[in-house]
């Protein structure tokens, strides 16, 4: 049985009769961390945080963003305000809400990066600096922020990327994610700081849409498929990029989340469960929608995909903690198809 802990000091206290060692294994069993994430409104924050509410307790996981939240964020939990570049503010929320580990996940992604460089470096690169400053400050049990397949760039091999390889980005968004990257390895060796990172490929997911990545055709694809029956894809055919379907990319976070620190060798690593180009995710979707027709008018994000690895050796990923992923891009289709059309009320046969 979990205990559910709304209160980890009171928790504490009521299970001090315990000897040491089955304390210490309770602890580590049943006292609830207690986790902040930010950018919990976008693509991927909306399915974490109800994922790790499941695991944790509602209130053990407060959610945060700069907007108004979706009633998904406030039905079993708390939703705060918060600006990163509010260092105030920010240290005070962690302090006041006990929080042991920081989900960052607030970030300007690839296509918008380039529209507002400026904007791009503020919120990925100063926010980062602030987080990465305030778990370093207040002594937090760990911090997680993504990286991204746009850590790479033109000059890193395409195939079959290696965890250790040459990172040249040419996008805001890119150099953003080496800086996170650098900077929360350096405040883990200098400072003993528990960072982690993930260079995800682009996710693809039912829930929340993404906002301005070149990875997003792949999921308005699915939109497009069920409602018009028709995609004019932004990247050319051919355009090969790692890919991931939302279940795994919760489960690797939370796996990595786990991981025992002491058999990490790497803090930021390569993950991955497929990789395709449009014509193959268009081929896949025709399955289920036979009459799908699918064109193609690539615009400035092909110059980007073009820069960014199209396919991705995660090996130091299993060996460390075990990463496996469930979807390939069969699985994955059948998955988004079911659950769109619930979604949007459409039949598809
Ligand atoms: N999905 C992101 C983007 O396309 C890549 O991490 O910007």
Partial sequence: MKLYSGNK????????FRADI???????????????????????????????????GGQNVVATGRKDPPEILTKDGPYLHLDVLDVDQLHAILKDNEIDIVIHNASVLSGKGEKNPQLAYRTNIQGSYNVLEAV?????????IPSSIAAFGP??????????????????????????????????KRYGVDFRSLRYPGIISSEAPPGGGTTDYAVEIFYEALKTQKYTSFLEKGTYLPMMFMDDCIKCTMDLIHADVSKLKHRSFNITAMSFAPEEIAAEIKKYIPQFEMSYKPDFRQQIAESWPATIDDSAAR???GWKPDYDLAAMTKAMIERLSKKLDIAYQ
């Fill in 9 to 16: 000091k009171s928790t504490l206290k009521t299970r001090s």
């Fill in 22 to 56: 089955q304390y210490t294994q309770y602890l580590e069993e049943y006292v609830m961390k207690r986790i902040l994430v930010t950018g919990s409104y976008g693509q991927i924050g909306t399915e974490l945080v109800g994922a790790l509410r499941s695991k944790y």
């Fill in 136 to 144: 370093r400050i207040l002594g937090l049990d760990q911090v997680f």
């Fill in 155 to 188: 000059s890193t091999p395409k195939e079959n990327t290696p965890n250790e390889v040459i990172m040249r980005p040419t996008t805001a968004y890119g150099v953003s994610k080496v800086f996170i990257e650098l900077w929360g390895e350096y405040y883990a």
């Fill in 319 to 321: 060996e460390e903690w």
